[in-house]
C-alpha cells in the first residue's frame, strides 16, 4: 500500500476494488493516485507534480509486469527480456511511429505515465473526473491500446485551444465538439509572452499504428524507418488540418453572417491528442499575436455554427489555400495591409483565371454571391475591383498604406472571401474543380 493510499484508508477514504484482473488493477491504482493529487487545489495544472504520483515501484512494476504479460500491448515492446534493474524498473524500450504524426523512441515507464495522464484528461474533457468512473474509464484505454497494438485503426479526441472564443455552455455533436477550457487542467504559461485557450475544439479522429521496431537500431535504420513512413503521415496530417481549419471556418461564416466578422478571432494553438501513447505539451501560443479580445459564443450561437459545418461538409483540398489565408488573416494577421493581402489569395485560389485575372475574379466573385440581383451583383463588383486596385497598389509600391483604409477593405476582403468559400461549397458542381474551371462555369452560368 502506497502513502497516499495508506493516507486515504486513514481519513475514512476509500480505495479502489480490486477485481482480480492484474492489468485493470495496477492501472486503476495508478490513476487512483493520480486523481488523488489532481484533486488538490492547483495541483490539476501541474503535470510533472502529477506523474510523480505513479513513479513508486511499488505501482509502477507491478503496471509494468501486467503490461507486457498482455498479448497485444507487449507487441508494443519487442524483445523485451523483462530483467527488473536496480530501481525495480523493468527496461522495455521500442521505436514506434503512428498517425496523425506521433511517434519516436517509447520507453514502458513513460509509456505507463502518458496512460495514467491521458486517462485523467479524457475524463477531464468529458467532465466525468470522479473516482467512480475511474475503472470504466481504464478499461476504455486498455481496448482503445490493444486494438492500436494490433495495428487496427482508434477513434481517439484531438484538441485544439481557441484564444479568441469563449463558450456558455459546451457542444458535442458525436463527432466533434467545443467546450470551455476550464476544468481541462492546461498548464499555467510559464510568463506572461504565453497565452492558455479560452475554449477547446475537439474532434474525434483515427489514429493507427504504423510501425514498430526495436530500440537498438543505428541511425541510418531509424532513419530509414521514419522516412518510409513519413508522405503517409504528412498526407493524414494535411487532412487532420483541413478539418480542423473547417471546424474554425465555421465560426468565421457565423461571425460574418452575424456581422461580427471584425471581432471574432480563431486563432488557435497547437493540436494535441488524447492517444493513450501521447505526451501532451501544453498548448500555449506566444503573447505578440494573442487577439485583443474575446467573443463569446451561446448555446444558440454554437448551434448555428454546427448547422454551418453540416451546411458546408467535407471541404475540398483543392481549396486549401482559400482556407488557410482566410484563417491566417482572422487569426495571425495584424498588418491590414498584410491581411488584405491574404484575402485577395484566398479569392484568386477559389476563382482566379489564366487569363484576365483581375476582371474575371470580379465578375465571378459578384456573379456567385448575386446571381439574382442585378443591383447588388453591381455592388459587388464595385466592391471587389476596388479591393483589387488597393491590393495592386500595396503590392508594386504605388501605394502608401493607410492603416484605416486598408484595415476597412482587408475585412471587407475576408468578409467576400468567407461568403464566396461558403457558396463555393452549396454549389456541389463548382466544388472539385480547379480555379479556372470554376470561374468559367460562373461566368457561362451568368451568359445564359
Given at each position: 500500500?502506497?502513502?497516499?493510499?495508506?493516507?486515504?484508508?486513514?481519513?475514512?477514504?476509500?480505495?479502489?476494488?480490486?477485481?482480480?484482473?492484474?492489468?485493470?488493477?495496477?492501472?486503476?491504482?495508478?490513476?487512483?493516485?493520480?486523481?488523488?493529487?489532481?484533486?488538490?487545489?492547483?495541483?490539476?495544472?501541474?503535470?510533472?507534480?502529477?506523474?510523480?504520483?505513479?513513479?513508486?515501484?511499488?505501482?509502477?512494476?507491478?503496471?509494468?509486469?501486467?503490461?507486457?504479460?498482455?498479448?497485444?500491448?507487449?507487441?508494443?515492446?519487442?524483445?523485451?527480456?523483462?530483467?527488473?534493474?536496480?530501481?525495480?524498473?523493468?527496461?522495455?524500450?521500442?521505436?514506434?511511429?503512428?498517425?496523425?504524426?506521433?511517434?519516436?523512441?517509447?520507453?514502458?515507464?513513460?509509456?505507463?505515465?502518458?496512460?495514467?495522464?491521458?486517462?485523467?484528461?479524457?475524463?477531464?474533457?468529458?467532465?466525468?473526473?470522479?473516482?467512480?468512473?475511474?475503472?470504466?474509464?481504464?478499461?476504455?484505454?486498455?481496448?482503445?491500446?490493444?486494438?492500436?497494438?494490433?495495428?487496427?485503426?482508434?477513434?481517439?479526441?484531438?484538441?485544439?485551444?481557441?484564444?479568441?472564443?469563449?463558450?456558455?455552455?459546451?457542444?458535442?455533436?458525436?463527432?466533434?465538439?467545443?467546450?470551455?477550457?476550464?476544468?481541462?487542467?492546461?498548464?499555467?504559461?510559464?510568463?506572461?509572452?504565453?497565452?492558455?485557450?479560452?475554449?477547446?475544439?475537439?474532434?474525434?479522429?483515427?489514429?493507427?499504428?504504423?510501425?514498430?521496431?526495436?530500440?537498438?537500431?543505428?541511425?541510418?535504420?531509424?532513419?530509414?524507418?521514419?522516412?518510409?513512413?513519413?508522405?503517409?503521415?504528412?498526407?493524414?496530417?494535411?487532412?487532420?488540418?483541413?478539418?480542423?481549419?473547417?471546424?474554425?471556418?465555421?465560426?468565421?461564416?457565423?461571425?460574418?453572417?452575424?456581422?461580427?466578422?471584425?471581432?471574432?478571432?480563431?486563432?488557435?494553438?497547437?493540436?494535441?491528442?488524447?492517444?493513450?501513447?501521447?505526451?501532451?505539451?501544453?498548448?500555449?501560443?506566444?503573447?505578440?499575436?494573442?487577439?485583443?479580445?474575446?467573443?463569446?459564443?451561446?448555446?444558440?450561437?454554437?448551434?448555428?455554427?454546427?448547422?454551418?459545418?453540416?451546411?458546408?461538409?467535407?471541404?475540398?483540398?483543392?481549396?486549401d489555400i482559400a482556407l488557410n489565408r482566410m484563417i491566417r488573416v482572422a487569426s495571425e494577421r495584424r498588418d491590414p495591409a498584410d491581411a488584405l493581402i491574404d484575402a485577395v489569395i484566398a479569392w484568386e485560389n477559389m476563382l482566379g483565371s489564366k487569363t484576365e485575372t483581375t476582371f474575371k475574379v470580379c465578375a465571378s466573385m459578384a456573379w456567385l454571391l448575386e446571381p439574382h440581383d442585378e443591383e447588388r451583383r453591381r455592388q459587388v463588383f464595385s466592391r471587389v475591383k476596388k479591393i483589387y486596385e488597393l491590393r495592386s497598389g500595396l503590392v508594386h509600391g504605388a501605394e502608401d498604406p493607410d492603416f484605416q483604409n486598408s484595415s476597412e477593405k482587408a475585412q471587407d476582403a475576408l468578409t467576400l472571401a468567407i461568403q464566396a468559400f461558403c457558396a463555393i461549397h452549396l454549389n456541389p458542381e463548382?466544388?472539385?474543380?480547379?480555379?479556372?474551371?470554376?470561374?468559367?462555369?460562373?461566368?457561362?452560368?451568368?451568359?445564359?
Amino acid at each position: 500500500m502506497t502513502y497516499v493510499e495508506q493516507v486515504r484508508q486513514q481519513v475514512g477514504g476509500r480505495l479502489p476494488t480490486m477485481t482480480g484482473e492484474p492489468l485493470v488493477d495496477t492501472l486503476v491504482r495508478l490513476v487512483f493516485n493520480g486523481l488523488a493529487i489532481e484533486l488538490v487545489p492547483g495541483a490539476e495544472t501541474d503535470r510533472i507534480l502529477v506523474s510523480a504520483s505513479f513513479q513508486n515501484p511499488q505501482l509502477l512494476l507491478p503496471a509494468a509486469t501486467a503490461f507486457l504479460s498482455d498479448p497485444d500491448l507487449s507487441l508494443l515492446f519487442p524483445d523485451t527480456d523483462r530483467q527488473v534493474d536496480d530501481l525495480r524498473r523493468i527496461k522495455a524500450t521500442s521505436i514506434l511511429t503512428w498517425l496523425p504524426a506521433g511517434g519516436g523512441s517509447m520507453y514502458l515507464g513513460i509509456v505507463l505515465g502518458s496512460l495514467v495522464e491521458q486517462t485523467l484528461a479524457r475524463m477531464r474533457l468529458l467532465d466525468s473526473l470522479s473516482e467512480d468512473a475511474i475503472d470504466e474509464f481504464v478499461r476504455e484505454t486498455i481496448d482503445l491500446l490493444r486494438k492500436f497494438a494490433r495495428g487496427e485503426k482508434v477513434e481517439m479526441y484531438v484538441a485544439t485551444g481557441l484564444l479568441g472564443i469563449d463558450v456558455v455552455e459546451p457542444i458535442d455533436r458525436g463527432t466533434w465538439g467545443i467546450r470551455t477550457a476550464s476544468g481541462l487542467a492546461i498548464e499555467e504559461a510559464p510568463s506572461s509572452k504565453e497565452s492558455r485557450p479560452r475554449s477547446v475544439l475537439w474532434m474525434k479522429t483515427p489514429h493507427r499504428l504504423l510501425s514498430i521496431d526495436r530500440a537498438d537500431l543505428d541511425e541510418a535504420e531509424i532513419l530509414r524507418a521514419f522516412d518510409e513512413v513519413s508522405e503517409l503521415k504528412r498526407s493524414f496530417h494535411a487532412e487532420l488540418t483541413r478539418k480542423i481549419s473547417a471546424l474554425r471556418f465555421a465560426i468565421l461564416a457565423w461571425a460574418v453572417e452575424s456581422e461580427r466578422s471584425a471581432a471574432v478571432s480563431v486563432q488557435a494553438t497547437s493540436s494535441w491528442s488524447f492517444l493513450p501513447m501521447s505526451h501532451t505539451q501544453p498548448p500555449w501560443v506566444h503573447a505578440d499575436s494573442r487577439p485583443v479580445s474575446a467573443v463569446s459564443l451561446s448555446a444558440s450561437e454554437l448551434e448555428r455554427v454546427a448547422e454551418i459545418v453540416e451546411e458546408l461538409g467535407e471541404v475540398t483540398p483543392r481549396l486549401d489555400i482559400a482556407l488557410n489565408r482566410m484563417i491566417r488573416v482572422a487569426s495571425e494577421r495584424r498588418d491590414p495591409a498584410d491581411a488584405l493581402i491574404d484575402a485577395v489569395i484566398a479569392w484568386e485560389n477559389m476563382l482566379g483565371s489564366k487569363t484576365e485575372t483581375t476582371f474575371k475574379v470580379c465578375a465571378s466573385m459578384a456573379w456567385l454571391l448575386e446571381p439574382h440581383d442585378e443591383e447588388r451583383r453591381r455592388q459587388v463588383f464595385s466592391r471587389v475591383k476596388k479591393i483589387y486596385e488597393l491590393r495592386s497598389g500595396l503590392v508594386h509600391g504605388a501605394e502608401d498604406p493607410d492603416f484605416q483604409n486598408s484595415s476597412e477593405k482587408a475585412q471587407d476582403a475576408l468578409t467576400l472571401a468567407i461568403q464566396a468559400f461558403c457558396a463555393i461549397h452549396l454549389n456541389p458542381e463548382l466544388v472539385d474543380m480547379k480555379s479556372n474551371s470554376r470561374c468559367e462555369a460562373i461566368l457561362m452560368r451568368a451568359r445564359e
